[in-house]
């Protein structure tokens, strides 16, 4: 496509429910990152892939939190059993290769609000 | 751990005047830094890229130094308008998987 696109845009959803946030990069991309911007925290690292596997999954802020991705395209974002300090924008990135390299394209993000 | 400090965490300016955005790092190892802007509701948006050895890039009004040694960066932005008016953030690389440290931001808002 023509961005990176992630859905839904908004998410309100009840604390202890699960969610899945969806992410579509840029074809051909082959980086793919989620990121958390939430009040008072800024943007934090969530997780990393490269093709279907993740290198780096050391933002996960805990197990409740998972990822996967498949075909090398689309990525979703899983939390479960939701908690209110789970609600923030989480945004997925992609690059072409290699982000020192290439840099990254944002996607528009999804705004999770937990109640 | 890298830290990543924006400075000042909001500005207003009339319409034509010059901006100056810092932002500041703890660890000079990086293999690059990045300048984004986001509007409210909206992605990031990559505005400059500055890879470790650079000392500074410019598109358009734009102009990014780059001090490594030291731990700073500056964004210049040149007779600024009202559509400059978004939150700018400062990020720095810090691995080579491109793994962002981002900084707080600065919110601008350029009046008429």
């Known amino acids: 496509g023509a961005g990176v696109s992630q859905s839904p845009s908004n998410k309100v959803t009840e604390k202890g429910k699960d969610v899945e946030l969806r992410c579509d990069p840029i074809?051909?991309?082959?980086?793919l990152y989620w990121y958390r911007q939430s009040l008072g925290q800024g943007l934090e690292f969530l997780i990393y892939?490269?093709?279907?596997?993740?290198?780096?999954k050391s933002g996960l802020p805990s197990d409740r939190f998972s990822a996967e991705r498949t075909g090398g395209s689309v990525s979703t974002l899983t939390i479960q059993r939701t908690q209110q300090e789970d609600s923030a924008v989480y945004l997925c990135a992609s690059s072409f290769g290699r982000t020192v390299d290439y840099g990254y394209t944002f996607g528009s993000g999804t705004r999770l609000t937990v109640v | 751990k890298q830290e990543v400090t924006q400075i000042p965490a909001a500005l207003s300016v009339p319409e034509g005047e010059n901006l100056v955005l810092n932002c500041s790092f703890t660890?000079?190892?990086?293999?690059?830094l990045q300048w984004f802007r986001q509007d409210p509701g909206k992605g990031l948006t990559s505005l400059l890229l500055i890879q470790s050895s650079q000392r500074e890039q410019t598109s358009g009004r734009l102009n990014a130094s780059l001090d490594k040694s030291s731990g700073r960066s500056t964004l210049y932005i040149a007779a600024s308008q009202p559509g400059d008016s978004a939150t700018y953030l400062c990020?720095?690389?810090?691995?080579?998987?491109?793994?962002?440290?981002f900084g707080a931001g600065t919110q601008v808002v350029v009046t008429p």
């Open positions: 660890d000079s190892a990086i293999y690059n």
């Open positions: 892939f490269q093709g279907n596997s993740a290198p780096d």
């Open positions: 990020a720095v690389t810090t691995d080579s998987w491109g793994k962002l440290q």
């Open positions: 074809s051909g991309h082959t980086a």
